[in-house]
């Protein structure tokens, strides 16, 4: 059975995909630094619940590179699964540097320890935030997306250009994922969800952007977790029609792709907070404010590649999402 290390595993997304893997019998070297960006405290119980026989865990960070390299060489995992990362559209207004050295630093050093260990695919996070000024609806991994708006988006598309890269010049198969608002039990307590629950249980007001229009396309955790898994099994390969002529964006005569994970239907914000107002009987108290420098007002996610590429579709209803992330923040924090 393959080993799979998975960077970030201490995080959101890495901590579920990691879970994941384990079940389905992979060896799982997880990765993570335990930055204080949030509670750290969050991130080490979500290691509590990957304790496995075949889960080894590093404490490291993806910038520094002999440290990557000498977990590569230690392991010699045959998949990478890259979720570490520094998150957030707004903190990234404050604090750019961040940014550049996990987003894009961090990112090489990945990709140097991949081809020199002659990794069969690199799954990576992307983003949706890559759409930056894009207003063609939905959003298309076949859109041109040269246009960011925040630092963060900038470092991801960044990502996408270096993968493309590699894989041109070192036959490396990489696969990015731009994930859509993504959210669930174990959620980032810098995110809406976390912040709003958190906010209305103690009676305090939420704010709420561009005084509450916009729309976000919110993946609920499981349906990234299956997409991944399913993506496991499919290694990029060439676009034998691809032209320089026409360039696809989303493909290439090497072995490259991207993939939006969305659920294929933008929530109204408003609509968001009544759900989590409807499962804890209560009103919250709304603070409304204009679009904040970063942001984008509505996320759209064109899933079509990826229903032709593993014949899935995220899917869960936000009501059922809602529910079960409250259900967890409740018995997590001791509320329920």
Same mark, same amino acid.
């Given at each position: ?9 201490a ?5 579920h ?14 990765? &993570? ?7 750290v ?35 010699q ?5 890259? !979720?570490?990362?520094q ?20 990112f ?6 991949c ?18 000024a894009?207003?063609? /609806?939905?959003?298309?991994?076949h ?5 960011p ?20 010049l ?6 990015? !994922? ?7 039990? $174990? ?11 958190e906010?209305?249980l ?8 561009n ?17 991944i ?12 029609? $691809?032209?320089g002529?026409?360039?696809d964006?989303g ?6 792709k991207?993939?939006n ?6 929530i ?22 204009? !679009? /904040?420098?970063? &942001? ?30 409250? &259900? $967890? ?8």
């Amino acid at each position: 059975m393959k080993t799979i290390l998975v960077t970030g595993a201490a995080g959101f997304i890495g901590a579920h995909v990691s879970r994941r893997l384990l079940q389905e019998g992979y060896d799982v070297v997880g990765v &993570d630094n335990l930055n204080d960006y949030y509670n750290v405290s969050l991130k080490k119980d979500r290691l509590k619940f990957l304790e496995h026989k075949n889960f080894m865990f590093k404490k490291c960070s993806i910038t520094d590179e002999h440290a990557i390299m000498n977990v590569f060489h230690e392991y010699q995992p045959t998949v990478v699964i890259h !979720l570490a990362a520094q998150p957030g559209v707004r903190y990234s207004l404050e604090n750019p540097h961040a940014y550049i050295n996990s987003n894009v630093v961090g990112f090489v050093n990945i990709l140097e320890a991949c081809r020199h260990h002659g990794i069969e695919q690199l799954i990576y996070a992307s983003s949706s935030s890559v759409y930056g000024a894009n207003t063609k /609806q939905p959003f298309s991994v076949h859109d041109n997306v040269d246009h960011p708006v925040s630092l963060y988006a900038a470092t991801k598309k960044a990502n996408e250009l270096m993968a493309h890269t590699y894989s041109h010049l070192y036959n490396l198969p990489t696969t990015g !994922l731009r994930f859509f608002t993504v959210y669930g039990p $174990w959620g980032r307590p810098d995110m809406a969800p976390f912040l709003f629950t958190e906010a209305i249980l103690n009676g305090e007001p939420i704010d709420v952007y561009n005084k509450g229009n916009m729309k976000r396309d919110f993946t609920y955790i499981d349906d990234i977790v299956e997409s991944i898994s399913k993506l496991l099994h499919k290694i990029p390969e060439p676009n034998e029609h $691809w032209s320089g002529n026409n360039p696809d964006p989303g493909t290439s005569y090497v072995p490259y792709k991207v993939f939006n994970i969305g659920n294929n239907n933008p929530i109204k914000l408003t609509d968001f907070i009544q759900a989590i107002e409807q499962k804890l009987g209560m009103t919250a108290k709304k603070n409304f404010l204009p !679009l /904040q420098s970063g &942001d984008v007002v509505e996320t759209y996610a064109d899933v079509e590649d990826l229903i032709n590429e593993i014949d899935f579709k995220p899917q869960t209803s936000l009501k059922d999402g809602v529910s079960k992330f409250i &259900d $967890w923040y409740l018995t997590y924090t001791n509320k329920d």
